[in-house]
């Protein structure tokens, strides 16, 4: 049962303009999202992170929103550019430590 | 630079034969490490947790006895897939926890082994 659903498997994007990605969750267990971004032949990286506590965070070009009610999150590229060219994983877990589930993934495609 | 390194990145093997997965922490102690497979186009599914010292937790659905774990220092952890077969073949990835870290923020990933059961 897919608990994390990224439901946009692409997305190609101008450089310079914003990337949205979307995240979708069904338990309400989870308070603890991350967004990974993973490079070809790379293990996933941390990006940014968000508690349920918060509806946003923001690091520099990026930033996550959450919805709580909606049980959605986004993440937020601006400016979008080239080097952000990668795959995209939604992750949540039940606490800071807990185990994390993933979502399958958006590639991002910027364009000059 | 990467902080977990996962060895091979790519092996291919015949129907049967059992291939080993190396998993190192370089720059901390993981008492705990997990172990992931992906199939094309779909997310990265847990598959157990290996804890220093002790037998590993495998999730539901994991053949124990097929996905052996072993996790014998600090900074090693291994996988090896007995008697390989051709629905094993799939990407293996894994990760490690920082014990400085309070957060999945201090989890880290190695970069894959890709694995092809002829």
């Known amino acids: 049962d897919q608990q994390v659903k990224q439901n946009s498997p692409s997305l190609s994007v101008q450089e310079g303009r914003i990337s949205i990605l979307n995240c979708d969750y069904t338990n309400s267990m989870f308070d603890y999202f991350l967004w990974y971004k993973k490079y070809p032949a790379e293990g996933p990286t941390f990006l940014i992170s968000?508690?349920?506590?918060?509806d946003k965070n923001e690091d520099g070009r990026f930033t996550v929103f959450l919805n709580k009610s909606a049980k959605h999150l986004s993440l937020h590229i601006v400016p979008s550019q080239p080097g952000d060219s990668a795959v995209y994983f939604c992750a949540a877990s039940a606490g800071g430590w807990g185990k994390l589930q993933f979502g399958a993934g958006t590639q991002v495609v910027v364009t000059p | 630079g990467a902080v977990v390194s996962q060895h091979p990145s790519r092996v291919i093997c015949k129907s049967g034969t059992s291939v080993k997965i190396e998993c190192r922490s370089l720059?901390?102690?993981?008492?705990?490490m997990f172990w992931y497979r992906q199939f094309p186009k779909q997310s990265l599914m847990l598959m157990a947790t290996?804890?220093?010292?002790?037998?590993?937790?495998?999730e539901q659905g994991v053949e124990k006895d097929k996905f052996l774990i072993n996790h014998a220092s600090l900074t090693l952890s291994t996988l090896t897939v007995t008697s390989a077969h051709p629905e094993d073949s799939s990407f293996y990835i894994c990760?490690?926890?920082?014990?400085?870290?309070?957060?999945?923020?201090?989890?880290?990933f190695g970069s894959g082994t890709q694995l092809s059961v002829l």
């Open positions: 968000i508690s349920s506590i918060k």
């Open positions: 290996s804890n220093e010292g002790s037998k590993a937790t495998y």
């Open positions: 720059d901390f102690q993981a008492t705990t």
């Open positions: 990760s490690a926890r920082d014990p400085r870290g309070e957060t999945n923020e201090k989890l880290f």
